[in-house]
């Protein structure tokens, strides 16, 4: 669509919008959405989860059963990514879980804690061999620091990854710590790096930019920012902001149309930012247990916060 | 509260937000508001305009009536505002319309297009001799530069007033587009700065920490972001990012309950931003149509932002 832009944009609107509905998604909405995305300059659509069978129900979208990944190609014109949670999958899945996606799947990426670093790339070899793309997402980047061993193992990743992902899981870091991360990324691997913001303290543009201007090679972002907690980097305020600074070819049209449907879903489940999602995203306190309370919408706000001061403060508390 | 911070927070939901309700609140909201406020580290309220009987059908809040101005008086421990819009009010206007408010209000802010800052500087000598704080809230900050008069006539402020701001008007600028104009500012004027931020590219919290950062020494911000078009920073996000990296002591109880009474109001009016806003935002054309094509809802998405396309090259459209 445009040849001259040196970094690529994913969008997984699919696969982190369904903590929302579960993973399911209607029919009429999924075909706007690979429509639409047809005509914007996007290149990667992640569209879920590749899972073994869970005890709970869990939407077509948490497992991608081979229908749902061969419509989607039908309907695509863009690369495919499916994610795998590092914590549910070992080497010996791989085969059974993958095999069957081949001609279907252009990337695999794998979700991780920065703590089974190694874990994960006994997994990735065994991705690579299947001929994937494969994306390192590794979360907690506001504490990787804190994760000697971690930084130490990087350069590791060189050997079986194409992306190397930021993931600030959060929603706190600031610009500088973006800059200040991807300093320490780029002394340690080749890989191309990524960023994944969330949205708990609205920066999700500015470090993604800021990630952008300091060398990172692709951006994620979701439609109206759906996705778990406080959600994600707005896709539409993305293409947004690189059109009209830097002229990136945009079709509105498409965007609104696809923006349209995920407003609509949105009344129903309420993601964005709130104040007990900014308390967690600048204190770094995870927003599962907030996601939870406020999508219950059984505590008060009150409550909430009280009960997040006293985590920060590792008081116990119900 | 604090003693040792160098800045001030100035809260002027009622006011900004006032575009959404025709300036009218319910007193029980308005009860919430003030006694949640004495809890909290802001130093200003801003509660609406005051103005010369218009044609159409304006709250009280769009004309403070002496009893409004009792009644905040009587309910709040801070420093209370009224802003003027400098295109409605002339100097032998000033006399009938501050003299009653001597003992109520602290400072009197004047909203001024950077084309009509002469005249603002007559208006604010005429306040000035009442006592007042003044404050000069000048609009459209991404399009000074092509104002040449108006930066070389900044100096004159200083006699005047005691708070230039800096507006966002458009919600289109980045962060250093904020520190190039501050510093264009304090090369011309030993007045104290001021920021006013839009939200439309979710920048109002980045640009209000970043013009902190290069000497700004106020900063607005309202109620869940309730405000004109796109809104405004919101007051908990600020308070919330300042709280964590600061220390800034913040009773989140006192924040929890002002919020809640707005995000319950903002059920009903909807403000925010959407992608006619971050359109309009990132092209810095003006919002106030967008406002109104958005909220009426009798446009599509897709036609507003033709609309504004079309705005941008000056096409004719209806």
């Given at each position: 669509?445009?040849?001259?832009?040196?970094?690529?944009?994913?969008?997984?609107?699919?696969?982190?919008?369904?903590?929302y509905t579960n993973w399911d998604f209607?029919?009429?909405?999924?075909?706007?959405?690979?429509?639409?995305?047809?005509?914007?300059?996007?290149?990667?659509?992640?569209?879920?989860?590749?899972?073994?069978?869970?005890?709970?129900?869990?939407?077509?979208?948490?497992?991608?059963?081979?229908?749902?990944?061969?419509?989607?190609?039908?309907?695509?014109?863009?690369?495919?990514?499916?994610?795998?949670?590092?914590?549910?999958?070992?080497?010996?899945?791989?085969?059974?879980?993958?095999?069957?996606?081949?001609?279907?799947?252009?990337?695999?990426?794998?979700?991780?804690?920065?703590?089974?670093?190694?874990?994960?790339?006994?997994?990735?070899?065994?991705?690579?061999?299947?001929?994937?793309?494969?994306?390192?997402?590794?979360?907690?980047?506001?504490?990787?620091?804190?994760?000697?061993?971690?930084?130490?193992?990087?350069?590791?990743?060189?050997?079986?990854?194409?992306?190397?992902?930021?993931?600030?899981?959060?929603?706190?870091?600031?610009?500088?710590?973006?800059?200040?991360?991807?300093?320490?990324?780029?002394?340690?691997?080749?890989?191309?790096?990524?960023?994944?913001?969330?949205?708990?303290?609205?920066?999700?543009?500015?470090?993604?930019?800021?990630?952008?201007?300091?060398?990172?090679?692709?951006?994620?972002?979701?439609?109206?920012?759906?996705?778990?907690?406080?959600?994600?980097?707005?896709?539409?305020?993305?293409?947004?902001?690189?059109?009209?600074?830097?002229?990136?070819?945009?079709?509105?049209?498409?965007?609104?149309?696809?923006?349209?449907?995920?407003?609509?879903?949105?009344?129903?489940?309420?993601?964005?930012?709130?104040?007990?999602?900014?308390?967690?995203?600048?204190?770094?306190?995870?927003?599962?247990?907030?996601?939870?309370?406020?999508?219950?919408?059984?505590?008060?706000?009150?409550?909430?916060?009280?009960?997040l001061y006293n985590q920060k403060e590792?008081?116990?508390?119900?």
């Amino acid at each position: 669509m445009d040849t001259v832009r040196n970094y690529k944009i994913l969008d997984c609107t699919l696969r982190d919008g369904g903590y929302y509905t579960n993973w399911d998604f209607n029919k009429e909405l999924v075909h706007t959405y690979f429509k639409s995305f047809n005509e914007l300059p996007v290149d990667y659509l992640e569209i879920g989860y590749r899972s073994s069978p869970m005890k709970e129900y869990l939407g077509e979208y948490f497992y991608c059963p081979i229908y749902v990944l061969q419509e989607a190609k039908s309907l695509s014109n863009k690369k495919l990514v499916i994610i795998l949670n590092e914590k549910d999958v070992r080497p010996e899945h791989v085969k059974d879980l993958l095999e069957p996606c081949k001609d279907l799947i252009d990337m695999v990426r794998i979700a991780l804690d920065p703590e089974y670093l190694g874990r994960a790339l006994r997994l990735a070899e065994e991705i690579k061999k299947l001929g994937f793309e494969v994306g390192f997402n590794v979360m907690y980047m506001s504490k990787w620091k804190q994760y000697g061993d971690f930084l130490n193992q990087i350069k590791e990743v060189d050997a079986v990854a194409d992306y190397f992902y930021m993931v600030d899981s959060y929603g706190g870091v600031y610009p500088q710590d973006v800059k200040e991360v991807i300093n320490l990324v780029k002394e340690r691997t080749k890989c191309k790096i990524g960023f994944h913001g969330h949205n708990n303290m609205e920066l999700a543009l500015i470090n993604s930019l800021t990630a952008l201007e300091h060398g990172a090679d692709i951006i994620d972002a979701t439609v109206t920012g759906m996705g778990r907690g406080a959600g994600n980097l707005k896709t539409e305020l993305l293409l947004t902001a690189l059109n009209a600074s830097q002229g990136l070819k945009t079709d509105f049209n498409a965007l609104s149309a696809v923006v349209d449907v995920f407003e609509r879903l949105q009344q129903d489940h309420g993601w964005g930012t709130n104040l007990p999602y900014m308390v967690s995203g600048a204190n770094s306190l995870p927003q599962k247990d907030v996601m939870e309370w406020v999508t219950r919408r059984f505590y008060s706000f009150n409550s909430i916060i009280r009960a997040l001061y006293n985590q920060k403060e590792k008081v116990q508390d119900n």
